[in-house]
């Protein structure tokens, strides 16, 4: 079991990787790319979240991420 703390820094670091990853766009960027990256980013978050010392609410706040990453590919 990972230390509360470090687990929420580290899903929040990995949230934060994922957002940035999706705002900075490139001219004649690789959209796929990002949004693979992006992936990587939030399913690790979701990884690192079910830690039972991590706020459930968490968990959830990755979930509905991904949910949202989903959305978006599907509607590009």
Do not use: H, W
């Amino acid at each position: 079991m990972a230390d509360a703390p470090a687990a929420a820094d580290r899903v929040r670091n990995l949230l934060l990787r994922a957002d940035n990853v999706l705002k900075n766009t490139v001219p004649d960027g690789d959209e796929q790319d990002r949004a693979r990256r992006a992936r990587a980013a939030l399913e690790e978050a979701l990884q690192v979240a079910a830690d039972p010392s991590v706020d459930p609410r968490v968990r959830e706040l990755v979930q509905r991420r991904l949910d949202g990453l989903d959305a978006l590919e599907a509607g590009a």
